[in-house]
């Protein structure tokens, strides 16, 4: 994982020098221009409306890559709707134990005098987002504001609950999680650098999951961080 930042951290510096020599550059006025793009982002995820008892701990993270294709609906083509497809990696760090038993997963709230190293949630998942895109950029403008608002639908296919103590190690494949999520999303800000912000719209988990103390889970997900688009 942190390989994986460090490359893209090199190829997002590779990509805002290439940019400033372009800016310099003659350039041709292209009227059917589009704002094609690879995004990749970085946020910080919250665990919203939580068992009781249940905290964050660590920092939970989340890394976005994929590729937007641009359709602009004006003449101008400052606006346009973004369609994209991409893979988003999401951890979640908690006291909310999971362990599987032969009545299916139990989940309990690690008590504040055990010491763990490591518990968390991990998905894999592919996405689409979906955006309503305005934009103060034209053919020759390199540089501009940003506003993309929109709707993202993801399908987990891999989701991992683990736990780690100097006494105990687990890890398995959680089938409570829902697989399809799907929420509200945001993107605001000046060239490279944009501010964003998701806001799940369904549960994290199966309506039928339950903490041992039968308390329903009415998680849903929260996450924000920076996006940064590259032509």
């Known amino acids: 994982m942190k390989h994986i930042v460090i490359g893209i951290v090199i190829l997002l510096g590779m990509q805002a020098g290439f940019a400033q020599e372009e800016s310099i550059q003659d350039t041709i006025p292209d009227d059917k221009y589009r704002e094609d793009q690879i995004y990749i982002g970085f946020t910080y995820n919250i665990l919203q409306n939580r068992p009781s008892g249940i905290s964050q701990n660590n920092f939970s993270n989340g890394l976005h890559i994929g590729v937007i294709r ?46 763990f190293k490591r518990n968390k949630y991990r998905t894999h998942e592919v996405e689409l987002p ?10 020759e403008t390199y540089k501009f504001w940003r506003i993309y608002g929109g709707f993202k639908v ?61 308390e329903q889970f009415q998680i849903n997900t929260i996450k924000v961080g920076l996006m940064f688009y590259i032509l």
Not at 130 to 139: C, G, K, L, V
């Open 70 to 115: 641009d359709f602009p609906i004006n003449k101008k083509r400052n606006k346009a709707i973004g369609i994209g497809l991409g893979y988003s990696f999401n951890s979640y760090f908690h006291n909310l134990k999971a362990v599987e038993t032969d009545n299916g997963i139990a989940y309990e709230a690690i008590d504040g005098d055990v010491s």
């Open 130 to 139: 979906i955006e309503f895109r305005w934009r103060t950029s034209t053919a």
């Open 154 to 214: 993801g399908y987990i296919f891999s989701g991992v609950s683990k736990f780690i103590s100097d006494a105990e190690k687990l890890k398995f494949q959680n089938d409570d999680l829902n697989r399809f999520q799907y929420g509200l999303t945001l993107s605001a800000g000046y060239n490279t650098w944009n501010f964003h912000f998701y806001y799940g719209l369904n549960k994290l988990f199966k309506d039928d999951t339950f903490t041992t103390n039968g």
